[in-house]
């Protein structure tokens, strides 16, 4: 059973504040989690995004910043939706990346789809996933800690965490953290392989 805190595949008009064609062509929304379960003292919400931004495209560093670089993306929450942090060229793809992004592409829309008409989730392929993210607490690192800190040097506050493979079947398999400062109204995902 999905927890009341947690939206499963929020419309991207709800998840991104602007640009929101260019947001749900490379970002993937896989749930909300409302902050007030965070922090009672928080209102609005953060979003779980699947994310695939091409390895080998070093072409893309010159978009590169603080929270949008290797590994990482930064977004500022306006009015609980996300606006990123740097432009879209960040998701530019080698051609020999495209196949591999097709494929992050098309599991997420399957997952989302069977979702949506059995409110069950289920990979793509096809085995229910009873848990569906780690949230709040701490998270569980399987490198090292890479905790992100807000522009005052804080580090930010643990949202969620989630296997990729729960929602995507792109042989990309990793573990996408979300953290959020309240402060700076600040989201950042970041992610780790094994």
């Known amino acids: ?18 640009k929101v064609h260019e947001h749900e062509n490379v970002l993937f929304p896989l749930f909300s989690v409302e902050l007030s379960y965070i922090n009672p003292e928080w209102s609005g919400q953060v979003h779980m ?9 070093t072409g893309t560093a010159d978009t590169f910043n603080e929270y949008c670089k290797d590994c990482m993306i930064g977004f500022d929450v306006v009015d609980g939706k996300y606006s990123f942090k740097t432009d879209f060229r960040y998701f530019n793809l080698s051609d020999d990346w495209a196949a591999c992004f ?24 096809g085995d229910v996933v009873n848990e569906v993210a780690k949230i709040g607490g701490e998270p569980t690192w399987i490198q090292t800690d890479e905790t992100p800190e807000d522009p005052d040097g804080t580090p930010m506050t643990f949202i969620a965490q989630v296997y990729s493979d729960n929602y995507t079947n792109d042989y990309c398999s990793k573990n996408i ?9 600040l989201a950042v995902l970041l992610y780790q392989i094994t």
């Open 49 to 57: 995004l699947q994310f695939n931004e091409d390895p080998y495209n």
């Open 1 to 18: 059973m999905i927890p009341s805190y947690i939206k499963m595949f929020p419309d991207s008009i709800n998840v991104f504040a602007d």
């Open 102 to 125: 097709q494929k992050t592409k098309d599991s997420f829309h399957k997952t989302r789809d069977y979702f949506i008409s059995t409110r069950e989730l289920q990979n793509p392929d």
């Open 177 to 185: 953290y979300l953290f959020y400062s309240d402060k700076h109204k």
